[in-house]
């Protein structure tokens, strides 16, 4: 069940990256769409998408490790390679087009 969770999960967090790389960042919270001008949006949700979209396929690939039977320490290193691959470019994003987090 818990494998059948972080698909799901895995899923939608790359159905939001997908509307995001798309230029749609109505899905982050407002204080990102106020600050982000409406030339940089495309730009911007390109890359917060990306990085969504890269979280959510390793969270879908662990899933599916589960399973096949990997253990959970291959699961575990799966998903901390998803995030230190996807989060840097939300970050990079955040900073760039916001400049902050908050």
Request: hydrophobic share 50%.
């Amino acid at each position: 069940m818990e494998n059948l969770f972080t698909i799901i999960i895995g899923f939608v967090l790359v159905l939001i990256g997908v509307s995001n790389f798309k230029g749609n960042i109505n899905s982050l919270h407002s204080y990102h769409i106020k600050r982000v001008t409406e030339e940089n949006r495309l730009p911007f949700g390109r890359l917060v998408g990306a990085g969504t979209i890269i979280v959510g396929g390793f969270l879908v690939l662990s899933g599916v490790l589960g399973y096949t039977g990997a253990t959970e320490k291959i699961q575990e290193a799966v998903l901390i390679a998803g995030f230190l691959a996807g989060l840097p470019l939300i970050l990079y994003a955040m900073f760039k087009y916001n400049k902050g987090i908050f």
